[in-house]
């Protein structure tokens, strides 16, 4: 056992070794190199288009008028077949000769905020504040600049680079616009997403998928005057310890899993006992088992919410309180193994620059959902620091070392559509 597991390390090193040699060949490539020169000369520009297109709103469900914005600079940048699907998600496509696979370089369109929330900028300390700026504004605009240096540099790749500008990754969006996607394209053989940095100074590849399960909890009984039909069982009393129940729950630290309670509503009035309450409530675990079992554990949690109530106020006939549960997020886990293609063809695209090699830990992305395909899919970095997503006033993004994020995933794409003279090392 001990000879083949030494014989299993100095493979992967070999695989590993092997795919530093394919990288640093494309990296030696005058197309290429003038590519990456492209990148960091017009960092200006990145930036430029960063704030651009960050101050378009793009709740999720409402990116149309961003969508409409970003399909014109792609075509502008020279891709073809440039549009729209039926999800509203924005693809182009960067055509090679077609004898290598077809790779997928996406990054969503939507945010959090709502339309109404101000976009205006407020620079402080080096570091750009807005809303959305870091997720996604940064990661768009280091996309399209990729796009730009490959067209600028005349990079001829194997396989076609389809770029796509997708809906419906945040929040309840629920990776709608990647669902869709992959329902009607069966010809992609790998996927890099582009996300904020999260904090660091250097550009981390995830490989790890954070999956979740989302659910709308909504508690209903009869209601009535909190006088006159006092003993009547509440919807809001229940939820109370439907809540409690929940709070009470162990989970392990590692494999993590988490639970959150995130909204609770109901009541008509001071005075009323409450006929309805509704509670949202968010699972996550990039450990698929465990999170199917901690899922269950809070289904029983509300049920036991639910009877003990009942049970408080004798409730009778039509009086009772009951549950309805209603599954509304569904974001499943997946995860690359370290020696896997695209995580050695990543991790070899920073080390030929002579930069760190940096793994993230996992995460909620788009790749989530080609992962659980068993397709090849990554999540890596759009360039500089950042900071305080989902807070209005918080949110930010720093432009230090910004353009080695986009070198990086040029280099990493490059590698697994193949450019000619290096073949790809994914199936066509």
């Given at each position: 056992?001990?000879?083949l597991l030494?014989?299993?390390?100095?493979?992967?090193?070999?695989?590993a070794?092997a795919?530093?040699?394919?990288?640093?060949k494309?990296?030696?490539?005058?197309a290429?190199r003038q590519?990456?020169?492209?990148?960091?000369?017009?960092?200006?520009?990145?930036?430029a288009?960063?704030?651009?297109?960050?101050a378009?709103?793009?709740?999720?469900?409402?990116?149309a008028?961003?969508?409409?914005?970003?399909?014109?600079?792609?075509?502008?940048?020279?891709?073809?077949d440039?549009?729209?699907d039926?999800?509203?998600?924005?693809?182009?496509?960067?055509k090679?000769?077609?004898?290598?696979p077809?790779?997928?370089?996406?990054a969503?369109?939507?945010?959090?905020?709502?339309a109404a929330t101000?976009?205006?900028?407020r620079?402080?300390?080096?570091r750009?504040?807005?809303p959305?700026?870091a997720?996604?504004g940064?990661?768009?605009?280091?996309?399209l600049?990729?796009?730009?240096?490959?067209?600028?540099?005349?990079?001829k790749?194997?396989?076609d680079?389809?770029?796509v500008?997708?809906?419906?990754?945040?929040?309840l969006?629920?990776?709608?616009?990647?669902?869709?996607?992959?329902s009607?394209?069966k010809?992609?053989?790998?996927?890099v997403?582009?996300?904020p940095a999260?904090?660091?100074?250097g550009?981390?590849?995830?490989?790890?998928?954070?999956?979740?399960?989302?659910?709308?909890?909504?508690?209903r009984g009869?209601?009535?005057h909190?006088y006159?039909?006092?003993?009547?069982?509440?919807?809001?009393?229940?939820?109370?310890?439907?809540?409690?129940?929940?709070d009470?729950?162990?989970?392990?630290?590692?494999?993590?899993?988490?639970?959150?309670?995130?909204?609770?509503?109901?009541?008509?009035?001071?005075n009323?006992?409450?006929?309805?309450?509704?509670?949202?409530?968010d699972?996550?675990?990039?450990?698929?088992?465990?999170l199917?079992?901690v899922?269950?554990?809070?289904?029983?949690?509300?049920?036991?919410?639910v009877?003990?109530?009942?049970?408080?106020?004798?409730?009778?006939d039509?009086?009772?309180?009951?549950?309805?549960?209603?599954?509304?997020?569904?974001?499943?886990?997946?995860?690359?193994?370290?020696?896997?293609?695209?995580?050695?063809?990543?991790?070899?695209?920073?080390?030929?620059?002579?930069?760190?090699?940096l793994?993230d830990?996992a995460?909620?992305t788009?790749?989530?959902l080609?992962?659980?395909?068993?397709?090849?899919?990554?999540?890596?970095?759009?360039?500089g620091?950042s900071?305080?997503?989902?807070?209005?006033?918080l949110?930010?993004?720093?432009a230090?070392?910004a353009?080695?994020g986009?070198?990086?995933?040029?280099?990493?794409?490059?590698g697994?559509?193949?450019?000619?003279?290096?073949?790809a090392?994914l199936?066509?």
């Amino acid at each position: 056992m001990k000879r083949l597991l030494t014989s299993l390390t100095m493979a992967c090193a070999l695989s590993a070794h092997a795919q530093e040699q394919s990288l640093a060949k494309i990296a030696a490539a005058p197309a290429v190199r003038q590519a990456l020169a492209y990148i960091e000369k017009n960092e200006h520009t990145t930036q430029a288009n960063m704030l651009a297109i960050n101050a378009i709103p793009a709740p999720t469900f409402a990116e149309a008028e961003r969508a409409r914005d970003y399909a014109a600079r792609l075509k502008a940048a020279g891709l073809t077949d440039v549009h729209l699907d039926q999800a509203g998600n924005v693809l182009g496509t960067y055509k090679g000769s077609g004898k290598g696979p077809l790779v997928v370089l996406a990054a969503h369109l939507d945010t959090v905020y709502p339309a109404a929330t101000s976009l205006a900028v407020r620079e402080k300390d080096d570091r750009i504040y807005a809303p959305g700026i870091a997720d996604n504004g940064r990661s768009l605009a280091a996309m399209l600049t990729i796009v730009h240096a490959l067209r600028e540099a005349k990079v001829k790749t194997e396989g076609d680079l389809l770029v796509v500008a997708n809906v419906g990754e945040e929040g309840l969006g629920d990776l709608k616009g990647v669902k869709y996607l992959f329902s009607q394209r069966k010809d992609i053989k790998a996927f890099v997403g582009l996300e904020p940095a999260l904090g660091t100074d250097g550009d981390p590849v995830t490989h790890i998928g954070t999956g979740s399960r989302r659910y709308k909890v909504t508690l209903r009984g009869a209601g009535g005057h909190s006088y006159e039909g006092f003993g009547i069982p509440s919807a809001i009393h229940a939820a109370g310890r439907v809540i409690a129940h929940i709070d009470e729950l162990q989970v392990p630290a590692e494999p993590k899993v988490t639970f959150n309670v995130g909204v609770v509503q109901g009541g008509q009035s001071v005075n009323s006992i409450s006929a309805e309450a509704t509670m949202l409530i968010d699972i996550r675990s990039a450990d698929a088992p465990l999170l199917a079992k901690v899922e269950q554990q809070i289904k029983e949690a509300i049920q036991r919410g639910v009877d003990e109530t009942n049970d408080r106020w004798a409730a009778k006939d039509n009086k009772v309180i009951s549950a309805d549960v209603t599954l509304i997020g569904d974001r499943p886990a997946g995860q690359m193994a370290r020696d896997s293609v695209i995580v050695r063809t990543a991790m070899a695209a920073a080390t030929v620059q002579g930069r760190p090699a940096l793994l993230d830990s996992a995460h909620s992305t788009d790749a989530n959902l080609p992962m659980s395909l068993g397709i090849p899919a990554i999540t890596m970095s759009g360039g500089g620091s950042s900071g305080g997503y989902h807070s209005e006033k918080l949110e930010w993004w720093s432009a230090r070392h910004a353009h080695t994020g986009p070198q990086n995933v040029l280099l990493t794409v490059l590698g697994l559509v193949g450019v000619q003279g290096v073949a790809a090392p994914l199936a066509k």
